[in-house]
C-alpha cells in the first residue's frame, strides 16, 4: 500500500500533466495484467474479440437492408424458389425489417425462419416466412440434385429444367402425378385443383402473360413439394372470405403475408363471452372450410392454439395452411365411387387424454362430405378433451363453462356428441346445435335474455 505522503507528493507532482497520468495509469495497468495467468489472459482477450463482434455485428444488422441482400433471400436458388413478386419492393426498401428480425445473430433460434417487417407507405406490419428450416431446405436441394443425377451441392436452379420430373413437366405440362403426395394440398390432386391454381398464381415471370411458362410450373412445384402455403394462399385467397393471411407476395425462398394478431393460446383465460365468441368463430370456420358452396372442401389435419391468432378486432384466422388436404368434390361426383355420396365420418381417439386427430386420406378423396373438421375443432380446442400438456392448458377453450350455458343451451353435452356422437351422422346433428349456441352465448347480456325466453 502506498503511504500518504508519497500518494499525495505523486499527486502533486502530476498536477497539470494530464498526459503523464494516462502513461502511469496505462503502465500499472500493464503490469496488472502482465501478472494475471496465460489462462486468464486467453479468456479476457476472447471476451474482447467476442464484444467487438457481437456488438460490430448488431450495429451492421441495425444499419443494413437485408431484404436487398439476395444471399439472405436465396434468390440465387430460383426457379427453386417460391417466386420474385416482391423482390422490386425489397430492392428499393420499401420493406424493411423491423425489431429483433434485424439482428441477424438471433437467427440460429429463430429455426421457424419467420420475420417481422414493415411495408413504408402502407405502415402494417408484414410476417416473412421462409416456411421450413434450413435444414429441411438443404434436403430439398439435394433431392433436386438426386433428381438431376448431380452431385449433392449442385446448382439447384440451373439443374431444376435437366430433373426427370423437371424434363416430364416441360414436355407433358403439370400434370396431377407430379404433385400427388408433395403435400397435403396435393393428396389427391386433380385437373381441376391444378387448373385453379395456376388461375390463380401471382408468381408467374410474367404476370400479365396468360401462358404459364414452363419455368413457372417448375417453380410451383418446388413450392408444393417444399410448402404448398403459398399455394394455398394464392388458390384461395382471403379476399374471396377464406379465413386466411393475405398473400402480399415472394422473393427468393421468402413469402410475405398479413399479421393477424396473436395465438389463440393467449385467449385461454379469456372471459366467457370472449371466448364463446373465439369459438363461435372458429366453428364458423370449420363450416366453410366444409361447406364452402364450390368445388372444393378444405380439411384441417393439424389444428392448435398456435395455428390460430386473433387480431383487435377479435377476429380469428387460420394461419398455418401447410397441412391442409384439398378435396375436389367434381372429380369425386364425376367417378361416382360405391361410397361417394355417404358422409365420412371420423372416429374418435382418446390418444391417452392428448390432443391428436387420426384420419383417413383415402376416405376424405372419395367422399363429398367429411365431418374432420367438426371433429377437429371439438377434438382438439374447444371439448374436455382438448389437453394441450406443453401449453398447460386442459379441459379446452371452453372450460370452466357457466351454469347457463350447461343447461340452458346443454353446451357440455353437445361438444361430447361433436367429439364422440353416440348416434349415425350425430356430429352433423350436434354441430349446427352448438353454432346456434355459442351465437347466443357471445355475450353475457344476450344470453340471460336468451335464457329467459327459452325458460
Not at 429483433?100 to 413504408?120: C, G, M, P, T, Y
Not at 424434363?167 to 396431377?176: K, Q
Not at 348416434?423 to 352465448?441: D, S, W
Request: hydrophobic share 35%; glycine share 4%; charged share 25%.
Amino acid at each position: 500500500m502506498i503511504p500518504d505522503h508519497v500518494r499525495n507528493r505523486r499527486a502533486g507532482a502530476n498536477k497539470g500533466h494530464p498526459m503523464r497520468n494516462v502513461r502511469i495509469v496505462v503502465s500499472d495497468a500493464a503490469a496488472t495484467i502482465r501478472r494475471l495467468s496465460w489462462r486468464t489472459k486467453c479468456f479476457l482477450l476472447s471476451t474482447l474479440f467476442l464484444s467487438m463482434y457481437i456488438y460490430g455485428s448488431l450495429i451492421l444488422s441495425l444499419t443494413r437492408n437485408h431484404l436487398a441482400d439476395d444471399a439472405f433471400l436465396q434468390t440465387d436458388k430460383c426457379p427453386a424458389c417460391y417466386g420474385h413478386s416482391l423482390c422490386p419492393a425489397f430492392k428499393d426498401s420499401q420493406i424493411k425489417l423491423k425489431g429483433w428480425s434485424q439482428v441477424r445473430l438471433l437467427d440460429f433460434v429463430n429455426i421457424k425462419n419467420v420475420h417481422f417487417a414493415e411495408h413504408e407507405h402502407l405502415g402494417h406490419t408484414m410476417v416473412l416466412k421462409k416456411l421450413a428450416h434450413d435444414k429441411e431446405l438443404d434436403k430439398i436441394d439435394e433431392k433436386l440434385c438426386k433428381d438431376a443425377v448431380r452431385p449433392v451441392g449442385c446448382d439447384v436452379a440451373r439443374v431444376l429444367m435437366r430433373t426427370n420430373t423437371g424434363d416430364e413437366i416441360r414436355r407433358l405440362g403439370l400434370l396431377p402425378k407430379h404433385l400427388k403426395g408433395t403435400a397435403s394440398m396435393f393428396s389427391c390432386p386433380t385437373y381441376n385443383l391444378i387448373d385453379k391454381v395456376l388461375e390463380n398464381y401471382k408468381e408467374k415471370l410474367k404476370p400479365d402473360d396468360p401462358e404459364v411458362m414452363t419455368r413457372d410450373k417448375l417453380q410451383l412445384y418446388v413450392t408444393a413439394i417444399t410448402n404448398p402455403e403459398p399455394l394455398m394462399l394464392q388458390t384461395f385467397p382471403s379476399s374471396e372470405g377464406w379465413p386466411f393471411p393475405e398473400y402480399f407476395g415472394a422473393c427468393g425462398r421468402f413469402i410475405a403475408v398479413s399479421y393477424e394478431g396473436d395465438p389463440l393460446y393467449q385467449y385461454y383465460n379469456a372471459p366467457w363471452p370472449k371466448r364463446a365468441d373465439l369459438a363461435y368463430q372458429i366453428m364458423k370456420m370449420a363450416d366453410r372450410l366444409t361447406n364452402s358452396g364450390q368445388d372444393f372442401a378444405l380439411y384441417m389435419t393439424d389444428l392448435n392454439y398456435e395455428n390460430l391468432v386473433v387480431d383487435e378486432a377479435g377476429k380469428v384466422t387460420l394461419i398455418d395452411l401447410e397441412n391442409i388436404i384439398v378435396v375436389d368434390r367434381t372429380a369425386i361426383q364425376r367417378l361416382k365411387t360405391p361410397v361417394w355420396n355417404k358422409l365420412h365420418e371420423n372416429s374418435f381417439d382418446e390418444c391417452d387424454g392428448k390432443n391428436c386427430l387420426t384420419f383417413s386420406t383415402e376416405d376424405l378423396c372419395s367422399r363429398m362430405d367429411s365431418d374432420l373438421n367438426y371433429y377437429a375443432v371439438c377434438r382438439n380446442l374447444l371439448s374436455k378433451y382438448a389437453n394441450e400438456e406443453d401449453l398447460g392448458m386442459p379441459s379446452g377453450l371452453l372450460h370452466d363453462m357457466p351454469n347457463f350455458a350447461v343447461d340452458d343451451w346443454d353446451l357440455e353435452h353437445l361438444l361430447n356428441e361433436c367429439v364422440h356422437p353416440t348416434t349415425a351422422e350425430g356430429r352433423i346433428k350436434a354441430k349446427q346445435q352448438i353454432i346456434h349456441a355459442l351465437e347466443n352465448l357471445r355475450n353475457v347480456e344476450d344470453t340471460r335474455d336468451a335464457a329467459h325466453r327459452i325458460t
